[in-house]
């Protein structure tokens, strides 16, 4: 497995689904940043299972303990900050183990490790996002004073479509939907998917604003290539665009040029991102997620000895990872950003060279 | 700049569009490989330049030369192996360096480097990627004999989209569309773009099959993330879908999943990659491109001195980028997929453990 | 900092002398892997304080708890390993930190994060070192059914020199000193120093028998350098040697060359090692250990203020470093050595390439 | 193999003894770095062969081309700098590759490869360094604007050392030996090793002035790892020590301690190093190195087909390593103090943090 993510904003993820606990080191992080708990709490919350009724009602209070990183007032010290969170719910003995279920990682785990399915997935459970989002609280605090804010909302719930987002009312809704007047369709429309032990799949959109022009590391850490890597390492994404992202495949070249003045680009067609580098407006991406694979309706597979059978998956899920996996994907795009942060200057300055060997 | 991409087939590029060459390093190869001068020719072929009326007129033969990494007999020594391919018609006088050009590097690399535009965009240039095919031809070669194949093609240009794929009718399509009944329209589609002095986008797929089941390093290192991450350090590439991407997030779990027979899934809809791991069926992906942001017509720009102006790309540049794309978007598949061949094998294995300290 | 060491067996550590826990996250584990915990506190065990005279008082049971990466069968799952060490006899207000300690990180930590020196030293304490020998027990499990075994132990203490160094007869020395006949004279050594407020150096061995040949990645992986780089990461190591090592840069070439039989060389004064690979002998390191820099004697010094004073520290301390740091010595050997067992392989293959693009 | 060393400042070397060429390639640069291919070139002259009787008389130009990574105006433009050193003098075929060489990595490659010897040891030949001279050249001058500077030179010659070392008078002995004194005995030394077909080791001693107090990451990425890590990857470096080093390890705690004075440590007894981080003092090493294994005179080996034998090298070769190793040693120095330049800061400051989600 590789469970680092970052070059200099170093995180490295631990735990499962049913196991003691879930916790994160991040290592590389500057002295003296005020770390305030409620403000990693706050974070938590939003992933939180056990909420509404359309997410799993999985019963985990999520809080984080700091077993390294802080001096004496509260602040970093330049050591490894170390946060853990204890799973309280975990029912390991609910879960099958002897067949596998389609659409998850149980069979080709079971190919590269050679374990049986893990009781709720283990390490490739959502859970795990848990602490991916404590870090990502810690990397929001840190760009904070930069005047870096990151969103994430549903900007589609199955078939509906969100027409004019508003990410503050998303933070109000139980499906982080950020429509107000579709609200109550995108909620029909997982509710009548639950009747039918079915799921539905979403559209997570995150902005990013307040990064400061030129960060990206061309040509294999162009911004797209970091932040779409990251988004890609969630569960269930399937797709992900930048900016207009795909209608740009059917423009030509007049459309979909945005514009430069003395500022730099007028319009942000290129959501946020131009040649690899970040150009101070707002970064957009969109995250296509497919519906959750755990479903109470038949399907066909087999079983660890390889006989057919039919599974119809128990255990606690979410009909839609919408709601929470916008918090794992600001989460993400906010660690990435921390790492670019940190990145060393290369802007060209024209030193004073007295070289002398 | 970040020019280093890969943990075990380590590769890293270099050379700009107007310098005296480019080439790559490549660390980690095995020992004993036999390196075939005339196949890196042939995948270096594939994406020079001056072949078609529909690509850049520069004339380069790209011709790779060996300067480090192989024993007498022709086989990799185990040292790195570099190449080196010089550029022969680099005309940098011919550029204009005092506008910054929409759509390319220009204005964020002067904020980020101090320097203001190069030649041809120097190394942000497309000419780069002559390094990366150079590097997936090896990699190709190295995976050649467990099966695996890699072929990249374009199923839209423009709005023209293939109905029916056929990755050998692409290969003599001088824009590689890969519908051979299509094509003319897809010609005319880009024709008609040149004539208005404009350019048009694309949709480039990428389908590797030979891969065996189990290959990815969860949870960052998901065979999407990784691939992902490569597909978008291309430049122009806006979006990447894997399997029926952006069509699940509007599916239903019940119809998204690939039910399971003894041997994995049985259907594709995942393209290949379920829980972060290659399945052994055909890995798919799409590469929305974005029109080639130099074009013929008149855009507004500043100057470097931060002076509004008006800009008309000129240079020798391809209307449409999807024929050159498809092999740079191979190599990147095998320069990932090489990487994850050679990582350590983690099956559990019942060692007799006799542990004595 | 960088608290991240490996490439392929991944040690993140984490942990302060005197905050809640140390820890370490181990990545990269193949699956299947019986890891006894009664093994990894063995380990633990022979670094501990507060077992004899010569170590620090401190009470630490130092008990490995296991938070993620176990199957329910007690075999690695493929997923991170994190073990947590709870401190339990913390007391950092016995600490004075308004005065620099000569000697120990407190100054230069203070210019480089801007901090007042952590109590006992916080994270450059050499309770840090806990996490290390946790993760050294993983490693030497996983090496273990290959026959690989390492030991360390003092060949020097003060000026007293072991003459026939007995590893066996170490283990059962409060010094871990390794000369039967010569111990009550080291015993003497430390006691002198101890009475007059003070602390002795020393030279710690380390042997590895079992590696087998061909490990080591030339030309920055070098046997060597991974090694060197381990040794010198522990505190208070201010010179490494390997084989012969010193005595080498007087010798003639004649003398220091180990003629070569078909199984390799017959003589190992290259100390197992030879152009920066294993050569299937015994790997001999030596490490030069400065005297304990926490001493009762009065120092010169300054207060945070920068005002000079002195010092005499307090707080709990080891008149000798060897002891606990041959443990140390010994995990730094194994984390490295597991690195490399996950190298991937590189050995010439005569494939029958049929290469096919 | 790894050929790639660093973090920030990323040097990739390529190429073999008798191969078309040797090079390097550094990614991670700023942009505007003025770089005099003069003063490249003197550094490359300085380890240049063929220049006294003290040094093998290949001959080589070592003439540098860059390929990559400047601008018009000769500073850098962020972009990897390549390096190029073409063999002007390669000789393949004076090589000797059916027998295997005592004390050269002809046999361990053997094993790890699967490869006959390579002519003139192909990558493990000291030619190899010549690449690493050029990019510590790079580094050199990156680093020169903040007063820093490093000289290597050699404090003993087989059994004679410098009494008082004076590297002044080292640049313009043949041997790079630091005491004008004795460099006649030294010389002595050398010609009669040279008589009996036989070579000496050395002690080269490393120095490096003007690095600022706090550069170093622990826990491992202390500055004495990184810089032991470095001097270890030079192929006969057997042992590395640094300020008083070996001598520390018969100290007593209250000789060894350096005492603090307002601007930090009085006394450099540490050797610029304390507590893994630069004090702002000198920093001061020593490197041990085994005489030249090629050696007239003959000793047992053992063909690639196991047959005993006896060898007596031939080829050009070096009586002694000391006057070419230096500014290899000075290189790694310079390369790893560049990397450890372009960390992020990690000081405290106190940020008037409002942090908004």
Redesign the interface.
């Known amino acids: ?5 970052g ?2 904003f ?1 995180v ?5 689904s049913h ?5 994160v ?1 991040i ?8 770390l ?1 708990l409620e ?1 990693i709490q ?2 938590l919350d939003r992933r939180r299972p056990g909420l509404s009724p359309y997410v799993s009602p999985r019963q985990e209070p999520d809080e984080a ?8 007032e509260g ?1 970093t ?6 946060l ?1 969170i204890r799973n309280r719910d975990a029912r ?1 003995r609910d879960y099958e183990t002897r067949k ?1 279920r ?8 079971f ?5 049986r399915p ?1 009781p709720g997935g ?3 459970s959502g859970r ?1 996002t848990v602490a991916r989002v404590a870090a990502g609280a810690v990397a ?2 840190m760009l ?2 930069l005047g870096l ?1 990151a969103r994430a909302y549903a900007v ?1 719930v ?2 509906v479509k969100a027409e004019s987002p508003d990410p503050d009312f998303a933070e109000t809704d139980p499906l982080r939907f950020a429509d107000r007047d579709l609200a109550p369709r995108a909620h029909q429309e997982v509710e009548t ?1 639950m009747s039918e032990g ?6 997570v959109e995150v902005r990013v604003t307040g990064v400061p ?2 960060w ?7 911004l ?10 969630i ?1 269930a ?10 209608a ?15 500022e ?3 319009t942000n067609r ?2 946020g991102i ?6 101070g407006l707002p970064i957009v991406a969109r995250l ?8 109470a ?1 038949e ?4 079983t660890v000895d ?3 059978t039919t599974i119809s998956t128990s255990g606690r899920h979410d009909p839609c990872l919408a709601p929470r996996l916008a918090p794992v994907a600001e989460a993400m795009a906010l660690i990435t950003l921390a790492d670019f942060h ?16």
Chains 1, 2, 3, 4 share one sequence.
């Open positions: 497995m590789s469970n680092l993510f070059r200099n170093r490295m993820t631990f735990g499962e196991g003691p606990a879930l916790g080191v290592d590389g992080l500057p002295a003296g940043l005020r305030p403000l706050a974070d303990e700091i077993l390294s990183g802080l001096a004496a602040r010290n330049g050591a490894p900050l170390a853990l390991g596998f389609p659409g998850h990682s149980d069979w080709p785990y190919i590269k490790y050679g374990l893990q283990g390490r490739s795990e929001r605090i904070s004073p804010r589609a199955g078939r998917a079915d799921s539905v799949g979403a559209v022009a030129g990206g590391e061309p040509v294999f850490g162009k797209e290539a970091a932040l779409g890597g990251a988004f890609f390492s569960g994404v399937r797709a992900v665009e930048f900016g207009e992202g795909l740009m495949s059917a423009q030509r070249g007049s459309e979909a040029n945005d514009p430069l003045g003395p730099g680009p007028i290129h959501g131009m040649g690899g580098l970040s150009t296509h997620v497919r519906p959750t694979p755990s479903i309706r399907q066909r597979s087999v390889g006989q057919p940190l990145e060393p200057n290369r802007h060209y300055v024209a030193i004073n060279q007295s070289v002398e060997a």
